[in-house]
């Protein structure tokens, strides 16, 4: 008689997950934050993503920046995964290259720093660089995004109601167990969903990120989240299945570990120029590409074989989340 598998044994609710991709202009990872004049050639590699829904029946959720819905190189490539493979089409918002543009904007030397922060940006610009971006999108799509990543996890509570405004229901901008400069706070973050108390229908699902004990994570930020060194906790003090941030190994860990801590979604991420030889520090070049998706599909395939999961895109999930009984934003410090 054959053994039953893990996900057949288990007589717990399954796991539902969440699998995107930021998608987005060329350069990030270099220190520079752009205006114009950005590539988009890694959107052409989407297609190689084809058999995580396929073969695994995971279907991906792709964030999409301004650039990419503005490229009739990158368009064909969105609407091949939106049809073929039945991707969510969301948003992503890179405030600093999508119009209207403040006058230092797309000179030679705009775009060498840190762009500035979601909060401080003067309210009514960042409204119309958000409905800019959305109506970008309904030009592709025919429909609204209804789905939403902040660039840069900037995301605080002051910024939130906008996309309430502008039609957004679901939110994939915390990060847990990071603290940025002069940005947001997401330490303290949980893992599983939670709606937005101040942002009403809206419903935040974090990236999974997981400490390797949770008093250890509240000790941590409470001696140092006035410093710096707050942010280095991720590097040592977590667990995470994001790809290109962790092994295989410890994706399969954090797995594991959230499951025995009763998570209900696994929420994992990667950048599109990561796909692309060359477009980040960490993949160098087309053999570093090959590895981090043979990485992926290794690991999603574990994933179906060994534990009850559900594939799902964000917008399927926010449809769920009623019936799943999430509650409101947890108390504590922090603004996510």
């Known amino acids: 008689m054959t053994k039953p598998s893990a996900a057949q044994q288990s007589t717990s609710q399954p796991l539902y997950v969440i699998v995107s991709l930021d998608v987005e202009e060329e350069g990030l990872f270099s220190g520079r934050y752009a205006s114009s004049g950005c590539g988009v050639r890694n959107v052409g590699l989407l297609p190689r993503l084809a058999p995580l829904t396929r073969d695994l029946d995971f279907p991906l959720t792709l964030f999409c920046a301004h650039t990419v819905f503005s490229s009739n190189e990158a368009r064909p490539h969105l609407a091949w995964m939106r049809d073929k493979c039945q991707a969510e089409i969301a948003a992503h918002l890179h405030h600093w290259s999508t119009p209207p543009f403040l006058s230092c904007e797309g ?20 409204r119309q660089r958000l409905r800019t971006l959305l109506d970008a999108g309904l030009d592709f799509q025919g429909a609204p995004l209804t789905s939403f990543r902040m660039g840069r996890w900037d995301l605080k509570s002051s910024v939130r109601p906008l996309l ?40 935040e699902s974090p990236v ?9 994570a509240r000790l941590w930020y409470s001696l140092t989240r006035r410093w710096p060194m707050v942010d280095s906790f991720h590097f040592w003090g977590a667990l ?21 801590r009763g998570g209900r979604v696994l929420s994992l991420f990667w950048h599109s120029s990561e796909m692309l030889p060359g477009g980040s520090p960490n993949i160098p070049d087309k053999a570093a590409a090959d590895a981090l998706y043979q990485k992926i599909y290794d690991y999603l395939r574990w994933l179906r074989e060994n ?30």
Request: proline residues 13%; negative net charge; aromatic residues 8%.
């Open 208 to 216: 999974t990120q997981l400490p390797l004990h949770p008093f250890l």
């Open 307 to 336: 534990h009850d999961v559900i594939g799902v895109t964000a917008a399927e999930f926010r449809a769920l989340a009623p019936s799943l009984h999430f509650g409101t934003r947890p108390t504590g410090d922090g603004d996510w």
């Open 164 to 203: 309430v405004e502008e039609g957004i229901t679901f939110d994939s901008s915390v990060c847990p167990l990071r603290v940025f400069p002069g940005g947001p706070d997401h330490f303290l973050a949980p893992t599983d969903p939670y709606w937005v108390d101040d942002a009403p229908g809206l419903l």
């Open 240 to 260: 995470s299945p994001n790809p290109v941030w962790h092994s295989q190994s410890i994706m399969r860990a954090a797995t594991k570990m959230l499951l025995r």
């Open 107 to 126: 000179s030679p030397h705009c775009g060498e720093g840190p762009p500035i922060r979601t909060d401080v940006l003067p309210r009514e610009l960042l």
